[in-house]
């Protein structure tokens, strides 16, 4: 028998303390795993998310918020420099205005006002004495023969769904319009065109113009299919707000240059605009993410010593133990490295039969551990984007809704990742543990004189 | 075969020092049986793990087969206690979870020999200390205390050292096994070509022994 089937069969030599040795460290080991594995799948979830919400940044004048707010908008010259801009690979510009379906346009609004639309009238009306229709009324009342406003995009990007606030854009007649154009052209939603019986070709009358349809679109939603698009210039001019601009969307090359775009643009404009990314809205949501990542490392370090501290204590309450037997193989003509290499090989023993335990034990507790945490973060993702004084809720719908529904979705399906990397680390790290933990108690012993140890019982 | 001179191991005990062994010098023939006497206190133990070089003396030298063993460093002592030096204890001292073949094999897998050599020397070593058959195959815990002291003294054997050093090897016996204990040294001492020098505080069995040498406080009396 060798000094390695010595310390094999050491391992064993209690069978209670062994067992109850195995079962501390693989519990050690078992929840080390699962932090692991809880961080590795948090961090591609996150990845993930980012990747999904996209890498554009908003920019919108300062104070605005779609129809909302005060202020001065953008210009054209706004967008110029921003397009030049290192990691910038596209910018679209947009222009809104609410035409009033009296005065700016013969078009009638497809949305009927309901509580909230008749709400808005009646605010308007009570502080400016006029209906939003451009009729008298009385006083604190709706008129009765109220109407939506048509909302007008101008664009000179149809492809943006975020800047056409549109959840997909779909062509159902016509073509689209050449958006560098300035031709009185315009696109019409498809709920405006069954109100107003319009088909390609069709003309209406905006800001006192004649404007000729080009296509007909679905975006999917009823609030976009119930407004008009234009080319950017055309918008601009009709509208009088020729070289304006109130929302500037940035493209840039990857999501890792958002922030420095972002803040080049912040740099750029100052105190004229209000600069957001995608990436800010996603943080919100991925905040309880990252908290899970960070409870994971924590977790993980603390299973780790943990584990560490227990091997250890254990190869020296068992070093301490055997004392009087270490003499005895001293004196018989055992090495110190030979006493050594036998407590590595008992504490090694110990150690991989723990791991091999407590990573079986992992992998089958794995899912519903990461499920209870997903479940509560999902809650506290919930709420922190509610509660936040600071969400904009306002022209970022679309992106909002895109950015929240990607991250619901990905902690829905939140699982673990096994990885044989991952096993293989942890192994290492478990062997690593194992001789240091053994090697430093028996080492200490064996320099001691047999006569000493012997005497010592 | 043995020669100790001006002997002496110091401790330290409190403030003051004490003499364990107290400038003792004595010779011992090579292939005899011989035993130190004296009672719980007189420094026999240490003097046994100085001969035995499992401690350090304080001054004076020890002479084993013309080897100054006071001198060597600390890895030439595992080469001399695993070739030279046989030890048998008062309490076995066997390692629990092996068999008492495989108890006897582990000094000389420490001498490097192949497994199939190790297994044949210890089992000739068991016979002729009188454990044969099924009981070699037997942990401690399974022997009786006569039994677990001949498989320490096959041990002992193992490597066929120069000098044995038995520690009380009947001190945990009844008289009867102890005797038994007793004629096997003294047999093997003539057998085996090994000195065998046995502590003892029973002057029946110190007297079986060729020489004897009485220790009191640490010195050599007549």
Known sequence: ?457 | MLKVKNLVKEFQSGDHKVKAVDNISFEIPRSEFSTIIGKSGSGKSTLLSLLGALDKPTSGSILVDGQEITKMGDSKLIGYRRDKIGFVFQNYNLIPNLSALDNVMVPLEFAHLSHAEQKKRAVHLLDQVGISGDKQKRKPSRLSGGEQQRVSIARALANKPKLILADEPTGNLDSATGQLIVNLLKNLAKTEDTTIIAVTHDEAIAHQAAITLHLKDGKLVK
């Open chain 1, 1 to 457: 028998m060798g000094i390695i089937s010595r310390g094999i069969k050491n391992a064993f030599r209690n069978g209670i303390r062994t067992t109850s040795i195995i079962f501390i460290l693989a519990v050690s080991v078992s929840m080390a795993l699962v932090m692991l594995m809880a961080m590795k799948t948090v961090q591609q979830k996150i990845a993930s998310v980012k990747s999904s919400i996209g890498n554009s940044i908003t920019v919108a004048p300062a104070g605005v918020r779609g129809f909302e707010g005060g202020g001065t908008l953008l210009t054209d010259q706004n967008a110029t420099d921003i397009k030049a801009m290192a990691h910038v690979t596209g910018v679209v510009e947009t222009i809104t205005d609410r035409m009033q379906t009296t005065q700016d346009t013969n078009l009638a609004s497809p949305v009927t006002p309901g509580s909230f639309g008749n709400r808005q009238a009646q605010r308007t009306q009570s502080q400016y004495g006029e209906s939003s229709s451009g009729r008298q009324s009385a006083s604190g009342q709706a008129p009765a023969n109220f109407t939506m406003p048509i909302q007008m995009i101008g664009t000179s990007d149809l492809n943006s769904l975020a800047a056409l606030n549109a959840s997909s854009f779909n062509i159902t007649a016509g073509a689209k319009f050449d958006t560098s154009s300035s031709a009185n052209v315009a696109m019409v939603g498809k709920d405006v065109a069954t109100k107003n019986s319009l088909s390609t070709g069709s003309t209406f009358t905006a800001y006192g113009q004649t404007v000729t349809v080009s296509g007909i679109f679905d975006a999917g939603n009823t609030f976009a299919n119930a407004m008009i698009l234009m080319p950017l210039k055309t918008a601009q001019t009709l509208s009088s707000q020729t070289g304006q601009t109130n929302s500037i969307i940035v493209q840039t090359d990857s999501i890792d240059s958002v922030s420095s775009v972002q803040s080049a643009i912040k740099t750029k404009l100052g105190d004229a605009a209000d600069v957001t990314s995608a990436q800010d809205t996603s943080n919100e949501a991925i905040a309880p993410l990252q908290n899970i990542k960070t409870i994971s490392m924590y977790s993980l370090i603390g299973s780790l010593v943990a584990g560490a501290i227990i091997i250890f204590l254990t190869m020296l309450m068992i070093v301490r133990e055997r004392r009087r037997e270490i003499g005895v193989l001293k004196a018989i003509g055992s090495s110190n490295v030979g006493i050594v290499v036998m407590f590595m090989t008992e504490s090694l023993v110990l150690t991989l039969i723990s791991s091999i335990i407590g990573a079986i034990a992992g992998l089958i507790f794995s899912n519903p551990i990461l499920n209870v945490l997903v479940t509560n973060s999902e809650s506290a993702s919930n709420s922190a984007m509610m509660n936040n004084p600071n969400h904009d809720h306002g022209a970022m719908i679309a992106r909002f809704a895109q950015a929240g529904a990607g991250v619901q979705n990905a902690m829905r399906n939140l699982h673990a990742v096994v990885g044989w990397d991952l096993l293989l680390y942890g192994l290492a790290a478990a062997i690593a543990i194992a001789i240091i933990g053994s090697a430093v108690p028996s080492f200490f012993i064996a320099k001691i004189r047999p006569a000493e140890v012997m005497r010592a019982d």
